[in-house]
């Protein structure tokens, strides 16, 4: 894909479903009994892995490509996978399903592509195996392919090093099943998709600061569930608004959590132009259309208990704060060097290549904005959150910015390249 600069952007777009709502959707739904519905659920590479992953192992699930029908089978009704379960490129994936197989009676091996297979899991082998799993990493390396031979649980109290909803959520999956009560402390608290949704399908769940504890579970029920859009897609638009000049975009049914919101409290630090209206809680989680404008921005200080908020988001805060004056100093995300590709060095590397003043630190990158950025070649591997954000750069810099392998958008948003012309007219 190839971009140039752009003089405004205007109009509407509704984003796709929340990837994470979607994930935990399919793995709920398949362990509840009777039928769950999802509507809004995220058509993408990602979600549909979890999706085939349930249906080998002898699920029935139906998608129409609009509603997600899941025939769900209880806690008890998976069987083993006759093939190896393929996550693709998704942790998210992975990680929560190992915290499920973990606890059942057959063997499961997972793998996936070039990306997932150098992302760690000992994150969630260490607990995991505190629990009484029997799970390996095949080549020894801590990563994918993973084997877990599933296993009679019990429950732990568990501080996690990680402030990681993947790790809280597979931990607390496997305490569904485990013995006694599970509980995960966090060093700050992470998305809480996990809990809001063992709530609605009648586990429940006890929070008290940081500690999430879970008891084993009789039975999950069937539900309807309304994914929301993804914040995580919609930050690329919010960033699009406030960067281009003539801007006003609107975004309808964005994802509103509060442990997902932190791009919309740094915009605000920042100085953006962003309204909300139709806030609506009524079913599942929190929405609200977001509207943007072009703005002047200054830089910011990103820090601390913000960081899992925003944590996919950084990469596209990073070519924000190259259009704002002053510098922004992101820290505490060291996370970052393990996700889909090391997002420090890629968005470093790359908004350097483009003339932006990016430094990398140990644990995130100081940008002195104001620079004007000019177009490179960016090849974004097997990152999704890197090509999308380089589209935005790239429609704000002096001339061409190439992206290569920018098909991988698809693991999280298949329109992204169709939303993103729709509002250039
Ligand atoms: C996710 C949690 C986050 C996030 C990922 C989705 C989830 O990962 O980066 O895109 O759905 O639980 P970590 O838990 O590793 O921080």
Redesign the pocket.
Known sequence: MKFTRINKLNGELCIPGD??VS?RSIMLGSLAEGITEVHGFLNSADCMASMNCFRNMGIDISYDGNIVTINGKGLHGLKESPVTLDVGNS??TTR?MSGILAAQDFTSRITGDASICKRPMKRIMTPLSLMGADITSELENDCTPLIIKGKKLHGISYNSPV?????K?CILLAGLYAAGETSVTEPYI??N?TELMFDSFGVPVQVSGNTVTVKPADKLYGQKIVVPGDI?SAAYFIVAGLITPNSSITIKNVGINPTRDGIIEVVKKMGGNITFSNISSDVGEPTADITIRTSSLKGCVIEGEII?KL??EIPIIAVLACFAEGTTIIKDAA?LKV?ESNRIDMMVDNLAAMGADITATDDGMIINGGKTLHGTTVDCKLDHRIAMSFSIAGLNADGETKIIGSEIINTSYPGFFDDLASIMN
């Open positions: 990837k994470s994930h942790g998210t929560l402030a990681s909803a993947q790790v959520s992470s998305r998709h995580s899992p944590i996919d996370e996700k």
